[in-house]
């Protein structure tokens, strides 16, 4: 179905913690992954909002109605 690729990352740890995950049979593996995921994600979000600040910035000179009066141009060009 997907054709997915994977990498290796590592990371170093401390031996205590290394042993306790041994201990409760923790796989760092998934909670890797999805602590990465979820670092991503905000990172993405956080560039996202800043992309909108500009772009608010840029487009405050605009007056809600022009703004309405475009987007209504718009539809009917449909």
Known sequence: MFNVKYVTVSAKIPRQLKELLDKYG??????IRRALEEEVK???????????????????????EEI??????????R
């Open 42 to 64: 905000k990172r993405m979000l956080d560039d996202v909002k800043e992309k909108a600040r500009e772009l608010s910035k840029r487009m405050s000179h605009i007056s809600d």
């Open 68 to 77: 309405a009066e475009i987007i209504r141009e718009d539809r009917e060009g």
């Open 26 to 31: 923790i796989k760092p593996g998934p909670i």
